[in-house]
């Protein structure tokens, strides 16, 4: 009870204390894109909780993807603007607003990045938007080269330093059991963010450094396609086969 009621006070204390959130060289950028994902591409978007800090993480070094402070490149640390010392997703997560308050409201877009214009752009997955099937960056990285030598079609794809994550057309947990029961060996490393779940989109900033399009919507106004989860679960798990590329347990 006690713990309960600390956590409770530490929320409430960030709530009271935290400051509007920090304008960055990509707040009109972040603004614009949150706009496009909620009105033009109509995917349920809030602002995550974001980091403090400016240190950055480039692509040529992978994240830590244990609790409580990101490395950065020259060895300094970011932390989360959450009360929780060890968070484990720096920066990526809704805190408030809840998740369920994501919308396509345009009024509501702009008047929260308008208040806090660093924070990094959450698209909550399911329903009517898209889901995710995430890789560890390395094995991700050469399951995508086998993917596209093998002519499979895919969608947009979002790359950090640490993971690398394929957007799916939603998906119900009956489906996504069923495909996963069917399967022989699934990598215990490949996540699924689904109904109830988000990701963050491009061209945010979180503990886990930069998040960046690894294959970019083609241009246009209508909501980019994407495919089945089916098939990308499929050619992934052959993919990773065949390659004998081992995905580690994060």
């Known amino acids: 009870m006690r713990e309960i009621l600390g956590r409770r006070r530490r929320l409430l204390s960030w709530r009271i204390g935290r400051k509007i959130g920090r304008k960055s060289d990509q707040s009109p950028a972040l603004l614009g894109a949150a ?17 403090e800090g400016q240190v950055r993480q480039g692509f040529g070094t992978l994240a830590k993807s244990g609790g409580g402070d990101a490395p950065g490149p020259r060895g300094g640390a970011v932390r989360c603007a959450c009360p929780d010392p060890e968070c484990a997703f720096p920066g990526a997560h809704p805190l408030d607003p809840g ?9 509501m877009v702009r008047w929260w990045w308008t208040n806090r214009p660093g924070a990094p752009v959450l ?8 889901c995710a099937v995430s890789l560890p960056a390395v094995p991700g990285a050469r399951a995508l080269s086998a993917l596209q030598e093998a002519g499979i079609r895919l969608g947009p794809v979002i790359a950090t330093p640490a993971r690398v994550f394929i957007l799916v ?3 119900s947990m009956e489906q996504l059991g069923a495909l996963l029961y069917a399967k022989d060996w699934v990598p215990g490393s490949l996540r699924f963010h689904g109904e109830g779940g988000y990701v963050a989109l491009p061209p945010s900033e979180t503990g886990q450094g930069q998040v ?30 065949r390659t004998g590329v081992s995905a580690p347990e994060l």
Do not use: K
Request: proline share 12%; charged share 15%.
């Open 169 to 171: 057309a939603p998906y």
């Open 35 to 51: 706009l496009t994902f909620a009105t033009a591409w109509h995917w349920p978007v809030l602002p995550g909780v974001g980091i």
């Open 212 to 241: 960046r399009w690894e294959q970019a919507p083609l241009p246009g106004s209508a909501a980019p396609w994407v495919p089945d989860v089916q098939a990308v679960v499929d050619a992934v798990v052959d993919a990773l086969t």
């Open 123 to 130: 698209l909550a997955t399911g329903g009517r938007a898209p």
């Open 99 to 107: 998740l369920l308050a994501a919308t396509t409201d345009e009024r």
